[in-house]
């Protein structure tokens, strides 16, 4: 059953309905969970896309928003006022969702993760009661959704702090793949000198043939001749074979990545946090990108650091502040070629299982990328924050109505 709310009393009703017909609850926002655990066999999914008001007041520089938009959404509101939101880098993911897992984004180096911008939430609690958790009012239950995911309540809306917009300049620059192992040694020493103002993604991108091309995506974020001048260094890594970079609009920045996302293909994604890319790695990954099983396969690594470095780990349940790239290893497929999921699949594990072993592995991952079935490194995600996720998840859902990304046990 898919129930399709229109404010929080129509969420209390669904959440009491499936208590009543003893049915498992999920909760759908953006749909972009590549597990899909916002849908679930012979239960009730509640389906936040009607909750999607969204209120600006520019005064305050706050967003008031309901629990399922979409960035794009957030981003669109704001932009008139000449004001932005910390958001993933693709529009169409649910801000909800992102948000609760912790949220890394181009703007993070600025202003922190998407979490390190939330001034509250109201929530419909398993129990039914609906609250508003903030820095004053439910402060532990606050703690606890700045990280650790769904697992408190249905978020029927964020308060969101917005940020005067500066300049932008953001786009991609292409290397061949046969480059990719020194653009990645050049990139790695690099990027851990990068002011707040840079923020940067490199990987690998199908080109058009299916082949494997290296890819770096820069957003600069303030003055354009220094952005230029900073990312004249990434230019200068490699033999470029295709660029676009230029001074856009924040929302033209989450359309470009947009584009490379196609609906309706397979998706296994592997993920872990790197100190560094030391050189072995570096090796690894050259080879894994020679061995994609499939054309669609890509990789992207984003690199942690400025403002979200400098929120104590103690202050939100998200686990890991320290700088590091956020690594993510997508196996992608063709429906029909459901015959060979598992070798895309073992594609990925097989390089993260490699990356794993290196010493600059941090344990864990980042949560709303991790499979339900990543059991070391769920145990990990949380750090020293987990026995207080796990008192507040026994205090607030002892029943474990609400199933998002894994909390242990
Ligand atoms: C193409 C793509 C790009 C991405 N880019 C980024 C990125 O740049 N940065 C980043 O940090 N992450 C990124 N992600 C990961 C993304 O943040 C997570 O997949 C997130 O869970 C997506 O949220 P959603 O609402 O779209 O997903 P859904 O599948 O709808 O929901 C996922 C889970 O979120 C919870 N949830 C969603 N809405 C609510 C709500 N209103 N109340 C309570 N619980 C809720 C539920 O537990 C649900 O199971 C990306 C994912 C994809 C597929």
Redesign the pocket.
Known sequence: MIIRPYNSRDVQAALWLAREKKMQV?????????AG??LNEGGIVIS?GRMNDIKIDPLQHVARVG??IKAKELIAAAAPYKQLAVT???GM??F???T??????PLSPSYGLSIDNLLGAELVLADGSIVYASETTYPDLFWAIRGG??NF????SLTVRLHDAKPILSGLICFPWSEAETILQRYAAFIKQAPDQLSSSIGLLPAPDGSPLLFIAPTWYGEISEGQRTIDQFREMGTIVMEQVTPMAYGDVLAMFDQH?VVGRHTSIQTRWMADLSADVIGEIGIAGNERTSPFSMMNFQYFHGASTRVALADTAFGLRKPHFMIEILSIWEPDDAANAQRHIQWAEKLSAKMGKDKAAFPGG?P??LGPEEYDQIDEAFGTNLPRLQLLKQQYDPGRV?N??SIPQ
């Open positions: 999920s909760v759908l926002g953006g749909g972009h969970d590549w655990r916002s936040m629990g399922g993933g880098s693709i993911v649910g909800a969702g992102f609760l897992g912790g949220g890394y984004g995911g769904g309540g249905v978020v029927t996302v980042y709303n990328m609400f998002g990304i």
